[in-house]
């Protein structure tokens, strides 16, 4: 167990001192939980909005947070994974949890889960049994306990399991979305379309999904899905209209028509054609439950706050400039989407210097399907490997997959992130590049790290691609 005092790495360390996962999945547990609470009239009103997909579930959910607030409505929100520090999954007005409520919320968790092995498997011990909470589970058990503390009106639900399985479904909701849908992890189903139906079972029955801008041959097939569930489907497009006017490498200029009222020159703090795309799913999910729940706040209201939340977004690892001299910009792309995503924010931004790209990969991602956008629109190519998370892809396999794709782009290769780091800035300074770095949260995480000064292996790292996301 944890005092109050424990630090940041003491609660990482407890937590993959769980097993990482189960080897199926428990909902029971989860339902557990939610009864322990049912007497509590704040989980009873709850109405959560869950958000999955490919890419994109992190940003959207970010900046459903920003509206709830400059909205004056009280937000919780889940993430996964973290990037830095593992605080960063659970917040409460915008604010991570603080190590001393993490303590004591993990330490409330852990006792649930000897309570649950002492119910269901008696003759088990609480530190060997097969049932006692993964790290998964004391994540949703703590943010939980942290939300019934603090009594967020709105909690924001970012999946973390696709969504049939997902530990979000402790949190009521009527209210969920799919920001996009990729052939990325085989372990929800062997087509595309699986992996929708799959990622659809986020929401309840009865209640209503919203969806990204999807494949027509996708959407009518979900359609069928989810009118056999019980579940209205909405496809972003019948409440939001958008179209880019400007952008600049820090943020850019939308046209927006949302339920027939204009939101012209609507600035996000933010670049990209898929951050224009999460703002418009953000705007439809923000005005659905706003007119559910707080049906006073009326439409130039509505405007205003959303002026003043997406004029200020800043999110880590979202093509973030984090450094000036050179320019370094970290982007936590890790899939085909938004590599290819990436790749159209790089082109669009590219002014008279070139761009070299920093590359590594866990060994669940596939390398081809990314690389073959970017190598399009970067000048030089440094490949590595990221020591935290999942065996990653060796820098000589990545660096063969790239001369494949193209000869155009010389490559070099470096065992490390730090070696990577060093070479690039060395590079870069000499030739005025500008740097991107990409592949992952792993890579981004180091990366940060090893710019601030310290060591990337000092990282404590969830095991990236437990789960499928």
Not at 18 to 30: A, E, K, L, S, Y
Not at 53 to 59: F, R, V
Not at 165 to 188: C, M, R
Request: glycine share 8%; aromatic share 6%; charged share 20%.
């Amino acid at each position: 167990m944890l005092d109050d005092e424990a630090t940041g790495a003491e609660i990482e360390a407890l937590l993959l001192a769980q097993p990482i996962r189960r080897h199926h999945p428990d909902m029971h547990v989860w339902g557990w939980l939610r009864e322990g609470l049912r007497a509590d009239p704040w989980l009873e009103q709850l109405d959560a909005i869950r958000v999955t997909g490919s890419k994109g579930k992190g940003s959207t959910c970010r900046m459903l947070d920003a509206l709830g607030s400059a909205l004056g409505i009280s937000t919780g929100r889940t993430s996964s994974p973290h990037l830095l520090q593992v605080n960063e999954r659970i917040s409460v007005e915008g604010h991570d949890i603080s190590n001393t409520e993490f303590a004591r919320a993990i330490t409330w968790a852990l006792q649930r889960s000897n309570d649950y092995v002492a119910q269901f498997d008696p003759d088990g011990s609480p530190s060997t049994s097969g049932l006692r909470f993964c790290t998964y589970d004391v994540l949703l058990a703590s943010a939980l306990r942290h939300f019934a503390n603090r009594r967020p009106e709105l909690v924001i639900s970012e999946a973390g399991k696709g969504g049939r399985f997902d530990p979000g479904w402790v949190f009521p909701s009527t209210l969920a979305a799919i920001t996009s849908v990729e052939f990325e992890h085989a372990q929800l189903g062997p087509s595309v379309y699986h992996i929708a139906y799959h990622k659809a079972d986020i929401c309840s029955p009865g209640g209503t999904l919203v969806v990204a801008p999807l494949d027509p041959s996708l959407l009518r097939a979900l359609g069928a899905y989810t009118r056999m569930r019980g579940v209205e489907l909405v496809d972003v497009r019948e409440l939001v209209r958008w179209r880019v006017e400007s952008w600049s490498t820090t943020s850019m200029t939308l046209d927006v028509e949302l339920a027939g009222h204009a939101i012209p020159e609507l600035r996000l703090g933010l670049v990209g054609e898929h951050q224009a795309n999460n703002a418009a799913l953000a705007l439809a999910l923000a005005w659905l439950w706003v007119g559910r729940h707080r049906p006073e706040i009326g439409a130039e209201t509505f405007i205003a706050a959303a002026r003043d939340a997406f004029a200020e977004l800043r999110f880590a690892g979202r093509f973030s400039l984090v450094h000036a001299e050179p320019e370094i910009y970290i982007d936590v792309a890790h899939t085909s989407e938004g590599a290819r995503a990436l790749a159209t924010t790089i082109a669009a931004s590219r002014d008279a210097s070139p761009t070299m790209l920093v590359f590594g990969l866990t060994a669940d991602r596939y390398p081809h399907a990314m690389l073959t956008p970017l190598l399009d629109v970067v000048d030089e190519l440094v490949v590595t490997r990221p020591s935290t998370g999942p065996r990653a892809h060796e820098p000589l396999q990545l660096a063969a997959i790239a001369e494949q794709i193209t000869k155009r782009v010389p490559v070099h290769c470096e065992e490390n992130v730090s070696a990577a780091l060093r070479y690039a800035l060395e590079r870069a300074r000499s030739l005025g590049l500008r740097i991107v770095v990409t592949g992952g949260h792993a890579i981004a995480a180091e990366f940060a790290h090893a710019l601030a000064g310290h060591d990337p292996d000092e990282l404590v790292r969830f095991v990236w691609g437990a789960s499928p996301s």
